[in-house]
């Protein structure tokens, strides 16, 4: 089991940088993670292709 499993991170940013690093190490841990992005939805899609490869749920709000 991983260390986050069963909980959700809120990440805003999440679709480019540090903060689409960072989202991407929370679904690694196992969290669910729950993005909030204002301009780069597509680049957002293909942060949650590879969160949700981890087994996790993904999205974008």
């Known amino acids: 089991m991983t260390k986050l499993a069963g909980k959700t991170a809120v990440v805003t940013g999440g679709s480019r940088g540090i903060e689409a690093a960072a989202a991407r190490r929370l679904a690694a841990e196992g969290a669910d993670v729950a993005v909030a992005c204002v301009q780069s939805t ?17 999205a974008a709000f």
Request: proline share 0%; hydrophobic share 55%.
């Open 42 to 58: 597509d680049k957002a899609e293909a942060v949650f292709a590879e969160q949700r490869a981890f087994g996790v749920r993904a």
